[in-house]
């Protein structure tokens, strides 16, 4: 069969795939990892893939259907989000009437809310429910007649059958994941041509980004990708066929910045990292690869990933707060973040903070006191950002319950030019009032002199990190000194962005 696997046009330089889905103020995009992986695990099955990135490739939605309807697939999926997913279901609805053929949307939204998508959307026809890799290829090999007999046999989808939704459970977690083709090599073999437009606002770039392993032993939340797709089981690849793909990396891809681990926390299982390091260190590997953690990695092990090869790592400190932490189970202690910075300097090894705003206890002090830590801990790249609780997560449901969601309509996630607009509030705290938090905490953060100076001093002396300072600071410099209200020249309309499909009623 021929499938086609789409990451559709919405906004220019919109991250789908992004923790927490928009165009950010740093210019960064997003690879669309979980799609390539699904597209690889089924052309490794004997099928051929064609992979349209429609924000990396600059395509709109005409632009888009052309290029689907020169390969002629006989199915389509679609990676969709929350934010995205009013316009993500008008694309479905075009490309039904165009092409005719089945569609199948995956993701964190589609997982979340299969049923409702559904109901949403009539040229819809499968939700991908959970870890896309072994049920897209299920649903392919249903739908050319190979092995799979009926619908119910295949778990972790939603459709709809004789009028009626059906929904079947999700199925097992792939266990062996150096079974799974590398994702590396679908980009190399289907999107090279948009290698150098992925960008991260705080890496050297042109960047790859992998996983190691997938799910999250933690309880965050607001955590978005463990509570949907990858679960709370740690499940590793071997390190030989970790480092098998670094090499196969560093000799395919040209003028290459870092490798990304995108693990929900890489460095959740010590022995896996030291594993990994020993590998790249008894290869001589030389390589600089970046990884999600959290501020309790031991020095020990900092100071070995950094001999490997490890340049930063990203952080969620979230909020100063104790209080806070507690109330969306972050599971570290007080005095964390300092102890890990302290070891961090020591090991060399540059951190990206993450801060939060927005979550229940929060107040205009813990605000400041959360942005007074950022300036304490100092790290080298910073973003500060108000919650967004997704379907799917236990922020979600504590938002509901407790009134602070201020609207279940997906087109308020947003604002016209596609940066973040929570839908959250809290007393004494609007919606509002957390944006214009993390407007002025940005611009507290960057235009500190010492920062300015630190930042210039590492774009002069390092050519590796210069393209990344310059290039990230360049676009974030526009929103630092916007005034409030102003937009973008590159936003679209509503009625643009979202198409005629219709959002869900308010209820929150």
Same mark, same amino acid.
């Given at each position: 069969m021929k499938i086609t696997f789409l990451n559709p046009p919405f906004h220019p330089m919109f991250s789908r795939e992004s923790r927490s889905p928009c165009v950010t103020k740093s210019s960064t995009l997003y690879w669309p990892m979980f799609?390539? @992986? %699904? %597209?690889?695990f089924t052309e490794a099955d004997g099928?051929?893939?064609?992979i349209i990135d429609s924000p990396a490739m600059d395509m709109d939605l005409e632009a888009t259907l052309r290029k689907t309807e020169e390969f002629g697939p006989d199915f389509l999926v679609?990676?969709? $989000?929350?934010? $995205? /997913?009013? #316009?993500?279901?008008?694309?479905?609805?075009?490309l039904k009437e165009r092409l005719g053929k089945p569609i199948a949307i995956m993701g964190t939204h589609a997982t979340a809310e299969p049923v409702e998508s559904l109901e949403m959307e009539d040229a819809l026809d499968y939700c991908v429910i959970g870890e896309a890799d072994a049920t897209v290829r299920s649903l392919v090999r249903y739908l050319r007649g190979?092995?799979?007999?009926?619908?119910?046999?295949?778990?972790?989808i939603a459709w709809r059958e004789g009028g009626q939704?059906?929904? #079947?459970?999700?199925? %097992?977690?792939?266990?062996?994941?150096?079974?799974?083709?590398?994702?590396s090599k679908v980009y190399r073999e289907h999107l090279y041509g948009c290698y150098k437009r992925y960008f991260y606002g705080a890496n050297i770039n042109p960047l790859i980004v992998i996983l190691s392993g997938r799910g999250c032993p933690h309880r965050c939340t607001y955590c978005v990708v463990p509570q949907t797709i990858t679960g709370h089981v740690y499940r590793k690849r071997s390190p030989k066929d970790v480092v098998d793909e670094l090499v196969y990396i560093k000799e395919n891809f040209a003028e290459l910045g870092e490798v990304f681990f995108e693990d929900d926390t890489f460095t959740v299982d010590p022995r896996h990292v030291k594993g990994i390091c020993e590998e790249i260190l008894s290869r001589k590997l030389q390589i600089t690869f970046s990884a999600n953690a959290r501020a309790d990695v031991p020095e020990d092990i900092l100071r070995l990933m950094k001999s490997a090869g490890l340049r930063e790592l990203c952080v969620g400190f979230e909020s100063a707060s104790p209080e806070v932490l507690k109330s969306v189970k972050k599971g570290l202690k007080e005095g964390n973040a300092q102890k890990f910075m302290v070891a961090a300097r020591k090991t060399g090894v540059l951190v990206h903070g993450c801060f939060m705003v927005g979550n229940p206890m929060d107040t205009q002090t813990t605000l400041q006191q959360t942005l007074t830590l950022a300036k304490d801990l100092n790290p080298n790249t910073a973003q500060f950002y108000? /919650?967004?609780? @997704?379907?799917?997560t236990e922020a979600y449901a504590e938002a509901l319950a407790s009134g602070a969601l201020g609207s279940k309509d997906y087109a308020q996630w947003l604002d016209k030019d596609g940066h973040h607009r929570t839908t959250i509030h809290r007393e004494g705290l609007s919606s509002q009032d957390l944006v214009d938090f993390c407007d002025r905490a940005r611009r507290e953060f960057y235009l500190r002199p010492g920062y300015i100076f630190k930042q210039g001093l590492m774009a002069l002396t390092d050519r590796h990190e210069r393209y990344r300072v310059l290039r990230g600071f360049g676009t974030l410099v526009q929103h630092l000194f916007k005034k409030h209200g102003e937009t973008t020249p590159t936003g679209v309309s509503g009625e643009e962005a979202q198409g005629t499909r219709q959002a869900p009623s308010n209820k929150g």
């Open positions: 799609l390539a @992986y %699904a %597209a690889g099928n051929t893939i064609q679609l990676g969709v $989000s929350t934010p $995205s /997913i009013l #316009n993500d279901l008008h694309v479905v609805h075009v190979d092995g799979v007999k009926t619908l119910f046999e295949i778990p972790g939704i059906k929904r #079947n459970p999700e199925g %097992a977690k792939i266990e062996d994941l150096d079974a799974i083709p590398w994702v108000p /919650i967004m609780a @997704y379907p799917g």
